[in-house]
């Protein structure tokens, strides 16, 4: 079953826009991350923020944690062609069993 | 260091017969976990095995089964293969010297298709 919901399902945006994912989990977790996934390949992970954190950046990734209200968002800024992919949230309690959301199917439009 | 590897990446299987997927992990990590992506139901956690011991397990039938080899090497079989069982199937490996969570890296998947 899947812990989470990801919001929106699919985003269309223009290259050099910002895009905006949110991540929506329904218990207690250890840590939340985010990974990507080009058309149906492998998972490349693309940061990991821990509970007791509330907010990380990466390079153009920016991700926040509430763990009040069991969400997190992904914001991409500065979008290129090379970010169009699938995003995922995916959660654990602290050990290896990750917990994946739906995914957001992000297109950036040249 | 080379990444996760996963043979074969792609399989045509007929329903009834049974299937063998192999995973080899980052040089070093001793945790292997196994997932299943498929259309309706998204990705989904199968097993983990760490030290040749299953740790933990997802909530699969037991025609899903695992194990892993004293140098880390894992495989997945799953027997009396189902149409339903067409799915991308994904390895990670961590490092996970603790029950606490490391950082899973992913292989390129195997693509089962079940005719």
């Known amino acids: 079953s899947q812990q989470g919901e990801e919001d929106p399902q699919a985003l269309s945006i223009q290259e050099g826009e910002n895009a905006t994912m949110n991540c929506s989990y329904k218990?207690?977790?250890?840590?939340l991350q985010w990974y990507r996934q080009n058309s149906g390949r492998g998972l490349v992970h693309l940061i990991l923020?821990?509970?007791?954190?509330r907010e990380k950046h990466s390079g153009r990734l920016r991700v926040t944690l509430d763990t009040s209200k069991k969400s997190s968002s992904l914001l991409i800024t500065a979008s290129r062609a090379a970010d169009t992919a699938s995003y995922f949230c995916?959660?654990?309690?602290?050990?290896?069993?990750?917990?994946f959301g739906q995914g957001t199917r992000l297109t950036i439009n040249p | 260091k080379a990444g996760v590897t996963q043979t074969p990446r792609y399989l045509i299987k007929t329903r009834g017969q049974q299937v063998t997927l192999s995973c080899s992990p980052i040089?070093?990590?001793?945790?292997v976990s196994w997932y299943q992506q498929t259309p309706g139901q998204g990705l989904q956690f199968l097993f983990e095995?760490?030290?040749?011991?299953?740790?933990n397990k997802g909530n699969f039938p037991g025609r899903f089964s695992g194990r892993q080899f004293s140098n880390s090497r894992s495989e997945m079989n799953v027997s009396t293969l189902e149409l339903g069982d067409s799915a991308l199937y994904l390895c990670?490996?961590?490092?996970?010297?603790?029950?606490?969570?490391?950082?899973?890296?992913f292989g390129p998947g195997t693509r089962l298709t079940v005719l």
């Open positions: 990670a490996s961590s490092f996970a010297g603790t029950a606490n969570y490391n950082e899973q890296f």
């Open positions: 218990t207690s977790i250890n840590n």
């Open positions: 923020i821990r509970s007791n954190e």
């Open positions: 995916a959660t654990d309690k602290g050990a290896q069993k990750l917990v």
């Open positions: 040089s070093g990590h001793r945790s």
């Open positions: 095995y760490f030290s040749e011991t299953q740790r």
